[in-house]
């Protein structure tokens, strides 16, 4: 049986009291062609659900706990840490040229650099955990050649964009977030926990463009409970 450690991991978590951070793709609402009406659907929704959830940079236990149980370095062949990065547009005249130059035909290829080629910037960046054999089949392709996905970027995104991809030794990242850490040891105290609990109560929440009850303003409820905490006791 293949080893599930993470996935149990994932949901001991959930006990704690911790809510998903992955953006969902498959569950929620899609229109019936004839009435025009919104139903509920597990799979391939039109309009995703729970898109209220935040967007936490970098990887975390509740985002991907796969990902993110390589990058602790706890699966046995990861070895190497293979990063990459989509570069935007910043400069409409040079990026042009460089599409014209090396971006014809296929589009998504990914470069074996570091820096973004002139005329544009890093956007996007995700890392992941890969075993020795990975990498040296990867070093073996010729750059050009793109093989995995870049989560969050759509097709025709890939086509405009550069991407680059870099290889470092695993240096094994804490397998939880600071967030995680204060809400599992700091359970109630607002003073440490207060964004978190409040941009965790849209993790469940739909907007109503998606045909959910909306999203909660975190910025308002931020600023209602600090200035509760800061108001003096009677
Ligand atoms: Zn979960």
Redesign the pocket.
Known sequence: MENQCDTVF??L??VTGL??E?QETQKGYSRNPRSHSLHWTDHQAQLAAYDCRPNYVGSSM?KD?HEKWGLAGLNPDAQWTLTTTACQCANPTLCQRYRQEHMTGFGFQPLRQSQCPEGFTAAFSESQAISEKIHSEMLALPSGVGFHDTHGLSPDKLIEMPILESFAPLVPENLLEPRHLNAILYPNCLAKNNAYYVESQNSKRTSVQHGGQGCLNVDLLQAATQARLAAPLN
Do not use: V
């Open positions: 994932h949901e978590l959930h809510t998903d992955y509740m706990e």
